[in-house]
């Protein structure tokens, strides 16, 4: 079993950043992924980035491409995302997941993810 844990988030005037964390427990094993996802209000969740723990790296919706950074702890078994330049567009609850997509090609969606986070709420505003 794998526990999954989100921190940070908040409310934040437009340009101005946040920081989210996730902490995974349990030591997921394999070629995992962990990533984030969110989901506006009356809108369908959506992809916004993640890590594969090994081989290629990194993922972002191109909607946060430049403006987003994720990065990891290892031994922390953490990642943590970095948002700046945040647009009211941005606002939603932000969730954490762990799996295991089979490839690069799967890892933005969200039904090759298993453990999910509670959720955290960024709000932003104009």
């Known amino acids: 079993q794998v526990q999954v844990v989100e921190s940070g988030g908040g409310s934040v005037q437009a340009g101005g950043s946040l920081r989210l964390s996730c902490a995974a427990s349990g030591r997921p094993f394999g070629e995992y992924a962990m990533g984030w996802f969110r989901q506006a209000r009356g809108k369908e969740r959506e992809f916004v980035a993640a890590f594969r723990w090994r081989g290629s790296g990194t993922f972002y919706a191109d909607s946060v491409e430049g403006r987003f950074t994720i990065s990891r702890d290892d031994a922390k078994n953490t990642i943590f995302l970095q948002m700046d330049s945040l647009k009211p567009e941005d606002t939603g609850v932000y969730s954490c997941?762990?799996?295991?997509?089979?490839?690069?090609?799967?890892?933005?969606?969200?039904?090759?993810?298993?453990?999910w986070g509670q959720g955290t709420q960024v709000t932003v505003v104009s």
């Open positions: 997941a762990v799996g295991w997509p089979p490839g690069p090609t799967r890892v933005r969606t969200a039904g090759e993810y298993m453990y």
